[in-house]
């Protein structure tokens, strides 16, 4: 039986989210958290994986089980919660505060977290003004720079596939290609922004380098006609920066006939 898992969490002290053999994972936490409860390895497969210090509001992984899951003990006569529920519960109590489970559900067979998913959202968090309560989940610019530039050469991504130029280099992918669906820069308040992309996979370091790349347009240092260039070039070395990682977020994975997204993003 395949389940998957809705989870979040807040990856400041993670080298990402796959398992890396000399540094603590988000994944390889979560697996170290079911052997206690399922008494043996499981692995799981994440939807993506993410960089060292990017954080997840929304990640869905899968794992199979074909065992009984551990049922809760009994409370007298009252019902008793149902063993996914019970997973879930157990999961929580082990894993740390900065790793949240909030439903296991069983799918079909041919479901993967991974393959399956048709689209993913990333946010990415910006400020401009001296905050001490955004410093970890948004990046603080010195200046303020033309989000109108950064919009209007935002809107050229919808033109390629090819993403070479904001991607980290070797990397053990066939292909560049992604397709864009959404990418633009929303205000949030006086002095907050964040740049809203969706597209149907990312590559290693696509958002943080596209949201540097836009950076380098919004101080004037490149035109949005320069931004098409750089992806026409297919050469990282053209592209801007990458950001900080402390400002980015996954925040929506998309499956056939369903999205899972967080409370907080469905009121946004």
Same mark, same amino acid.
């Given at each position: 039986m395949r389940y998957f898992i809705e989870l979040s969490y807040d990856g400041t002290a993670y080298h990402g989210w796959q398992v890396q053999p000399n540094g603590v994972s988000v994944q390889g936490t979560i697996q170290q958290?079911?052997?206690?409860? %399922?008494?043996?390895?499981?692995?799981?497969?994440?939807?993506?994986?993410? $960089?060292?210090?990017?954080?997840?509001?929304?990640?869905? *992984?899968? /794992?199979?089980?074909?065992?009984?899951?551990?049922?809760?003990? *009994?409370? &007298?006569?009252?019902?008793?919660?149902?063993? %996914?529920?019970?997973?879930?519960?157990? %999961?929580?109590? +082990?894993?740390?505060? $900065?790793? *949240?489970?909030?439903? +296991?559900?069983?799918? &079909?067979?041919?479901?993967?977290?991974? /393959? #399956?998913?048709? *689209?993913?959202?990333?946010?990415?968090?910006?400020?401009?003004?001296? #905050?001490?309560?955004?410093?970890?989940? #948004?990046?603080?610019?010195?200046?303020?720079? $033309? /989000?109108?530039?950064?919009?209007?050469?935002?809107?050229t991504l919808f033109d390629y596939t090819d993403f070479t130029s904001f991607s980290k280099v070797n990397t053990d992918t066939k292909t560049n290609n992604c397709r864009i669906m959404a990418a633009r820069w929303v205000q949030l308040a006086q002095h907050e922004w964040r740049f809203e992309i969706q597209a149907d996979r990312f590559l290693r370091n696509m958002v943080r380098a596209i949201v540097g790349t836009l950076m380098e347009v919004g101080r004037g240092n490149l035109t949005p006609d320069g931004f098409r260039e750089v992806i026409e070039k297919k050469n990282r070395s053209a592209a801007g920066d990458s950001v900080p990682a402390r400002g980015l977020f996954l925040v929506d994975v998309q499956y056939p006939n369903s999205t899972v997204a967080t409370d907080e993003d469905k009121r946004r």
């Open positions: 958290a079911l052997a206690v409860v %399922l008494r043996t390895e499981v692995p799981i497969t994440g939807a993506g994986r993410t $960089d060292t210090g990017v954080h997840a509001r929304v990640m869905v *992984a899968h /794992f199979d089980w074909d065992a009984a899951l551990p049922m809760p003990p *009994a409370r &007298g006569k009252g019902e008793q919660q149902p063993p %996914l529920d019970y997973l879930t519960y157990r %999961l929580n109590g +082990i894993l740390p505060r $900065d790793i *949240a489970i909030h439903r +296991i559900y069983p799918v &079909g067979a041919d479901m993967h977290a991974r /393959f #399956s998913a048709t *689209a993913r959202t990333y946010h990415y968090y910006v400020h401009t003004t001296k #905050s001490p309560f955004l410093n970890q989940y #948004s990046w603080r610019l010195a200046h303020e720079p $033309d /989000f109108e530039a950064m919009n209007r050469a935002a809107q």
